[in-house]
T-cell receptor, first 114, second 114 residues
Framework: AQTVTQSQPEMSVQEAETVTLSCTYDTSESDYYLFWYKQPPSRQMILVIRQEAYKQQNATENRFSVNFQKAAKSFSLKISDSQLGDAAMYFCAYRGDTGNQFYFGTGTSLTVIP | DGGITQSPKYLFRKEGQNVTLSCEQNLNHDAMYWYRQDPGQGLRLIYYSQIVNDFQKGDIAEGYSVSREKKESFPLTVTSAQKNPTAFYLC?????????????FGSGTRLTVV
C-alpha cells in the first residue's frame, strides 16, 4: 500500500516570511498525482495545489508552490509571504493509478505569528 | 452553489446506539467517500462508492455501514460494534476515478459518545 509521511507535526512562521512543509511518499506506481490540502479551524478541507508525477515542472498557485523530487519521492509545499489566514492544518495526499482512494499524511499544523 | 452537505454538524451518541451521518452532494459526482479524522492520525478511509448500489470497504470499515441508493446521497451508519466512534467524520466526492480530480469535501460531523 502507498504511504504518505509528514514528519513535521507543527511548524510556525513569521507573517510575511516563507515556510516549507515536508512530505515524502512511498509507491511503486508509475502514474500518480500529489496534492496539498488545507484544513483551517473551520475544518473545511480546501485543495491548495496538485502535481502530476509525469510533469517535471513544479506546480505553482499564487503564493503556494511545490518542490517535487520524484526520485527522492519528496513533495514539499512552500508558502511565500505568509499571511494570518494561512494558519491551518496542511495535509499531503497521494492518488495513484491502481486505486480509487487518496492516501493522506498525518498533517502539519502551521501557526502564523503576527 | 454546488457542494457537499453533511449533517448534523455535531452528534452525540449513547453507548450501544446506532447513529447515521448524512452526506448529500449536488455536484453530479460519481464517487463518494467517508473518512475518519483523529488527532495525529490524518484521514483514514472507511468506505467508498464509485456508482449507485455499489460500495467498497476502506481501511477501517469495521463497525460502520453505508448505502448508496441515490447518486446524491451516501449516508454512514456508525453501529454499536464500533468500539471507539468519537471522531471527526468527513465526506468527500470526486467527479470520477481519473487521477487529476481532487476531492471536494463536506464540512464534517463531529461525533461524540456520551
Amino acid at each position: 500500500a502507498q504511504t504518505v509521511t509528514q514528519s513535521q507535526p507543527e511548524m510556525s512562521v513569521q507573517e510575511a516570511e516563507t515556510v516549507t512543509l515536508s512530505c515524502t511518499y512511498d509507491t511503486s506506481e508509475s502514474d500518480y498525482y500529489l496534492f496539498w490540502y488545507k484544513q483551517p479551524p473551520s475544518r473545511q478541507m480546501i485543495l491548495v495545489i496538485r502535481q502530476e508525477a509525469y510533469k517535471q515542472q513544479n506546480a505553482t498557485e499564487n503564493r503556494f508552490s511545490v518542490n517535487f523530487q520524484k526520485a527522492a519521492k519528496s513533495f514539499s509545499l512552500k508558502i511565500s509571504d505568509s499571511q494570518l489566514g494561512d494558519a491551518a492544518m496542511y495535509f499531503c495526499a497521494y492518488r495513484g493509478d491502481t486505486g480509487n482512494q487518496f492516501y493522506f499524511g498525518t498533517g502539519t499544523s502551521l501557526t502564523v505569528i503576527p | 452553489d454546488g457542494g457537499i452537505t453533511q449533517s448534523p454538524k455535531y452528534l452525540f451518541r449513547k453507548e450501544g446506539q446506532n447513529v447515521t451521518l448524512s452526506c448529500e452532494q449536488n455536484l453530479n459526482h460519481d464517487a463518494m467517500y467517508w473518512y475518519r479524522q483523529d488527532p495525529g492520525q490524518g484521514l483514514r478511509l472507511i468506505y467508498y462508492s464509485q456508482i449507485v448500489n455499489d460500495f467498497q470497504k476502506g481501511d477501517i470499515a469495521e463497525g460502520y455501514s453505508v448505502s448508496r441508493e441515490k447518486k446524491e446521497s451516501f449516508p454512514l451508519t456508525v453501529t454499536s460494534a464500533q468500539k471507539n466512534p468519537t471522531a471527526f467524520y468527513l465526506c468527500a466526492s470526486s467527479i470520477g476515478a481519473a487521477l487529476y480530480y481532487g476531492y471536494t469535501f463536506g464540512s464534517g460531523t463531529r461525533l461524540t459518545v456520551v
